[in-house]
T-cell receptor, first 113, second 113 residues
Framework: QKEVEQNSGPLSVPEGAIASLNCTYS??????FFWYRQYSGKSPELIMS????GDKEDGRFTAQLNKASQYVSLLIRDSQPSDSATYLC?????????????FGTGTLLAVQP | KAGVTQTPRYLIKTRGQQVTLSCSPI?????VSWYQQTPGQGLQFLFE???????NKGNFPGRFSGRQFSNSRSEMNVSTLELGDSALYLC????????????FGPGTRLTVT
């Protein structure tokens, strides 16, 4: 089983819709979770971090964490064509003693105008 | 605040050569992590340096090494280059805590021929 799993997509949504991206992780002691956006040919850009169970909202983005189910998700409201990118889920390894992040393979999101 | 800078941005090397990549973190950040990104393996952790000490290491051969200087700038070195070392090498800067948010530089695109 991979440590961090994401559906590779592509996930296609119409402009203005809600895009839902999901991620599961295997290490129960993980304490910090991150979502990165990566445009083609560019480096990953941090868009959300979440450390506690529940929801965390920042503008059009909402991250959701459920440690019991080992599940983290990212919702993008009012999706725009500029949101089209690969979204990477990252989990801090072993409870965060260091800054080693384990990344999923990413979900490609395509927002159709 | 200036972001993470990496030099050079692009490199072309021949098999058997060695290469040194440089990373300057965000001002005030003392942790620098290095990642390799390839289409086949995704983003993989190489190592992390904090206050000039290697704090964690990924599963890469000894040909991959790094160091950090007193001003937190970091270098990574790859010796005896192989074709499979062709990748985007990313440096990430973060604060002191082990579960800090990490901010990536633009990366160095290495091509080995």
């Amino acid at each position: 089983q991979k440590e961090v799993e994401q559906n590779s997509g592509p996930l296609s949504v119409p402009e203005g819709a809600i895009a839902s991206l999901n991620c599961t992780y295997s290490d129960r002691v993980s304490q910090s979770f991150f979502w990165y956006r990566q445009y083609s040919g560019k480096s990953p850009e941090l868009i959300m971090s979440i450390y506690s169970n529940g929801d965390k909202e920042d503008g059009r983005f909402t991250a959701q964490l459920n440690k019991a189910s080992q599940y983290v998700s990212l919702l993008i409201r009012d999706s725009q064509p500029s949101d089209s990118a690969t979204y990477l889920c990252a989990v801090n390894e072993k409870g965060g003693a260091t800054n080693k992040l384990i990344f999923g393979t990413g979900t490609l999101l395509a927002v159709q105008p | 605040k200036a972001g993470v800078t990496q030099t050079p941005r692009y490199l072309i090397k021949t098999r058997g050569q060695q290469v040194t990549l440089s990373c300057s973190p965000i001002s005030g950040h003392r942790s620098v992590s290095w990642y390799q990104q390839t289409p086949g393996q995704g983003l993989q952790f190489l190592f992390e340096y904090f206050s000039e000490t290697q704090r964690n290491k990924g599963n890469f051969p000894g040909r991959f090494s790094g160091r950090q200087f007193s001003n937190s700038r970091s270098e990574m070195n790859v010796s005896t280059l192989e074709l499979g070392d062709s990748a985007l090498y990313l440096c990430a800067s973060s604060g002191d805590r082990g579960y800090s948010e990490q901010y990536f530089g633009p990366g160095t695109r290495l091509t080995v021929t």
